[in-house]
């Protein structure tokens, strides 16, 4: 499939996420604690418009910060519980949430690029890579959706902007993820 997401628009039934710089601010220094995880403007209310529209929504993260030993696993845990936290008070659930904790030397098969986790979610829900568009904002997310034949489309936040100069001219990007959803639920709805 192209990752011209606009491509077969129709046939996508799921959704999955990068975290860091897509849902919650990121940096350079890593997100560490859960005082530090805060999520961008409108970005929760744009996961639970996905839910509200009957996408499968699951998260895929990269959290070599685990692997680096910046935090452990109790604490990412945390981050994660606020966001389901947040979801909730608004009715909303992930139907699912992917993370490689490993450091990048240790050369998993769950890391982005690779497609691990991708895999993990089809299986999950019987998808085939048509059926899901990743919405990501680095040139690894981009990659990591080529390999698995599935859609993608760039945010601009986190480091969506820097990263877009590295990727095809002709990709589909959105300012945020209220923005893509806003594209996705028109597109599906034409």
Known sequence: MSNNPAANIKN???????????????????IKSIDEWLPIDGSIDAIVQLKQRGFIVAVASNQSGVGR??????????????????????????DRLYFCPHHPDDH????KPRTAMLQ??????????????????SKSDHD????????????????????????????????????AVNWLTSATDN
């Open 12 to 30: 996508i039934k799921a959704i999955i996420l990068d975290r860091d710089g897509v849902i919650n601010h990121d940096s350079d220094e890593y």
């Open 69 to 94: 030993g910046y935090f452990d696993l109790i604490t990412l845990k945390a981050m994660h519980n606020k966001l389901h936290a947040l979801l909730a008070q608004k009715g909303a659930v992930l």
């Open 108 to 111: 998993c098969q769950c890391r």
């Open 120 to 137: 993990q979610f089809a299986d999950d829900f019987a998808l085939s890579p048509e059926q899901i568009l990743f919405i990501g904002d």
């Open 144 to 179: 990591c959706a080529q390999a698995f034949g599935c859609a993608f489309l760039l945010v601009v936040t986190g480091k969506g902007e820097q990263q877009r100069t590295k990727l095809s001219a002709e990709l589909k990007f959105a300012n945020d993820l209220c923005d």
